[in-house]
């Protein structure tokens, strides 16, 4: 080996181009999926959540009319 400097040369390292296994791919992917789907519950969830809560609150708000009415 060569020697410049006193520092041991060394070849580039030079890397194969690796193509992803089947079941690396359909795993990644699965992940990805599930992950995407959580994210679609969760907000579904908080969205119709909240729209509980608005339905909840004027039916609460019509409610306290009716019983102020009636007196």
């Not at 390292?13 to 296994?21: G, L």
């Not at 791919?25 to 789907?37: D, P």
């Amino acid at each position: 080996m060569a020697t410049t400097s006193r520092i041991w040369m060394n070849p580039l390292i030079v890397y194969d181009d690796t193509i992803p296994s089947s079941q690396s791919t359909i795993r990644i992917t699965a992940i990805v999926s599930n992950i995407k789907l959580r994210l679609w519950f969760r907000n579904t969830y908080y969205t119709q959540t909240q729209i509980n809560v608005k339905k909840w609150h004027q039916n609460n708000v019509q409610l306290r009319k009716l019983a102020y009415n009636k007196f």
